[in-house]
C-alpha cells in the first residue's frame, strides 16, 4: 500500500523487534491517516529536496511494540505522526537544518548526533495539525553514573 508517490506502508511498519517477538505492528485508519500526511507534509519534501532515498529505521509502532522498544508511553510513533530516518551520505545536522528553515512539523529532534561524525544518530520527526514548529536535540549523558537522555532546546550540532 502507497502512502505517497515515494513511500510504501511497509517502510513504516516493518520492526526487525517485531519480527523477533512476533509482534503484530498493523495500524488503524487513523494511524494511516496520519501517516499519510507525514509523508506528504515532511517526508516527499525532504526527497524532493535531496533527491536521494529516505531510508526509514522506525515508523508506525504498536502499543506492544513501543513497549517492547521501551519507548516513551505518548510517543507521537504509535499515532503514525511519527518517523525516525537518516540520508545515506548525508549528516543527520544538515538535514534537520534545512528542515528547520523550510518545512512545517510538529516536533523535529536531532537524536544521538556526534558532532565529526555525519553518519551518527538520525532524524526523528513528527507531523500533526496544529503542529508546534519545535526543534529538540537529543543526546545521552552520564548522571549519577547512569546513563539517561537529556533533551535539549533547538538543533544543536
Ligand atoms: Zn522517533
Known amino acids: 500500500m502507497k502512502l505517497s508517490p515515494h513511500f510504501h506502508l511497509s517502510e513504516f511498519t516493518a520492526s526487525q523487534t517485531a519480527t523477533r517477538l512476533m ?3 498493523t495500524p488503524g485508519p487513523d494511524e494511516i491517516a496520519a501517516m499519510k500526511l507525514l509523508c506528504e507534509k515532511v517526508l516527499e519534501p525532504v526527497r524532493e529536496n535531496y533527491g536521494k532515498p ?3 529505521s522506525s515508523g508506525y509502532r504498536s502499543k506492544e511494540l513501543n513497549r517492547a522498544l521501551m ?7 504509535i499515532r503514525g505522526q511519527a518517523v525516525d530516518f537518516e540520508i545515506a551520505g548525508l549528516s543527520n545536522l544538515t538535514i ?3 528542515m528547520e528553515r523550510r518545512l512545517n512539523y510538529d516536533q523535529l529532534i536531532l537524536e544521538f548526533y556526534t558532532p565529526g561524525e555525519p553518519a551518527s544518530g538520525w532524524v526523528h520527526v ?3 495539525e496544529p503542529y508546534r514548529n519545535m526543534e ?6 552520564v548522571r549519577n553514573g547512569r546513563r539517561t537522555t537529556e533533551y535539549v532546546n533547538g538543533i544543536v550540532g
Request: charged fraction near 25%.
Open 96 to 98: 534537520c537544518r534545512w
Open 126 to 128: 513528527s507531523y500533526r
Open 71 to 77: 519507548g516513551s508511553r505518548s510517543s507521537q510513533h
Open 54 to 56: 529516505v531510508m526509514i
Open 23 to 25: 509482534i503484530d505492528n
Open 136 to 141: 529538540l536535540t537529543a543526546r545521552r549523558v
